[in-house]
């Protein structure tokens, strides 16, 4: 009998047709959309004079262009403006639900779809931006699409596809104390590269993941992208039960039973063969933090830049014109290093339990003077929560200014911008020159690690900040 991996179980099964030596037509199962890449698909539709296929399918909601505050007051961004306004006339016009500022379950498109049990274990999705991977952590095949793309699932609810090759990660034993799944996935891309699974799609494995709240393997999944990979997935189980039971569009009743009978098949057969394996140890896994200008830049905490001792030719350049950008020197410490800027938030870590963890370790501490600190929840619902868990009232107790629910300072897309020469340590995804703004110099980490930097204004490992 043939075994199969989770990834080939879920793809054969969308496979409309087989192209001889070409793509797959590939049958998407949800489709999220938001303001910036979608108008120029639903124009060329219009164009074509073709409407969208299956409507029900499709889910929107405006997240990268938005401002975080005044949310309720016309958009002063022009370009922003006219693009929120094409979301809502698109939507209206080919029936296609919006979550749009303002309303309930208004938020980052890869934090909501989540919340409202759209994403499900064995589905197939896509949107029209890179960190879809996201979604993969509920054992579905997740991955972002280029404008063309979008207009192609919108048409046909299909797309060309070749099917990518397949790594499995596993990550076995107990995490240290201090160390997140943000570390994890910091310290994976350090050691493969930003470009270490390219062609791939991963599937992440091991005690260590298994042992992982929703949350937490959905940033995993969500940076699978930053090491090259086309996406990355986690087999469903009872932790990806427990969270989606009772969500507004899971199953319910014997739905429900069917569902997750259907789901427990999800899971790569023992013998199945994967193209590259690897494996990692939990305890070699310290709080992270990147210090160049790709998220493989990365180091613990405590280490110091590396140097450039081994480093030849274009490899060497390039590495020092990072570090010139970012302002450091080979070798040196990155721990005491001041900074300006630190942002919580993004489709990376923009949920309830990331703000939870925040809120928990400055309780009765009071951010550094030198430091503006940023929390954006990625949605309404997550806000909410905030809120009602008194965690609002202790975020703003020590400092950090609570803004409305967006993409924020992850990109320099709307108002939350880092001035040019400033540092930020953020717990965003990406960290190239300019993508927090201009200018900007932007380092990755944990929650945990940004709340120590908030609150001494300097590289900081949490564990020392926090020992209690």
Known sequence: MEKNTLFDKIWDA????????????????????????SPVAFLN??????????????IATPDHNVPTVDQ???????????????????CAKYDIELHDLGSAHHGIVHVIGPELGV??????????????????????IAFGIGTSEVEMVLATQCIMQSKPKKMRISVEGALGKGVTSKDIILYIISKISAAGATGYFVEYAGSTIRSLSMEARMT?????IEMGARGGLIAPDQTTYDFLKGKQYAPAGEDWEKAVAYWNTLRTDDGAVFDEELTFDAADIEPMITYGTNPGMGIKVVDN???????????????????DYMGFAPGEPILGKSVDYVFVGSCTNGRIEDIRAVAQFVKGHKKADSITAWIVPGSREVEKQAQAEGLVAILEEAGFELRQPGCSACLAMNDDKIPAGKYAVSTSNRNFEGRQGPGARTLLASPLTVAAVAITGKITDPREVFKA
Do not use: W
């Open 72 to 90: 309720d007051q016309t958009i002063k961004d022009k370009l922003s403006r006219m693009q929120v306004e094409k979301l809502r006339e698109n």
């Open 119 to 140: 994403t499900q274990p064995g589905m197939t999705i896509v949107c029209g931006d890179s960190h879809t991977s996201t979604h993969g952590a509920f054992g579905a």
């Open 305 to 323: 830049i590396p140097s450039t001792e081994g480093m030849e030719g274009s490899n060497k350049t390039s590495y020092l014109k990072a570090l």
């Open 14 to 37: 969308h496979v409309v047709k087989s192209v001889p030596a070409g793509p797959d037509v590939f049958f998407i199962d949800k489709h999220f959309i938001h303001e910036v890449t």
């Open 220 to 224: 995993i999944c969500n940076m699978s």
């Open 45 to 58: 539709l219009e164009k074509r004079g073709i409407g969208v296929k299956y409507p029900h399918r499709t």
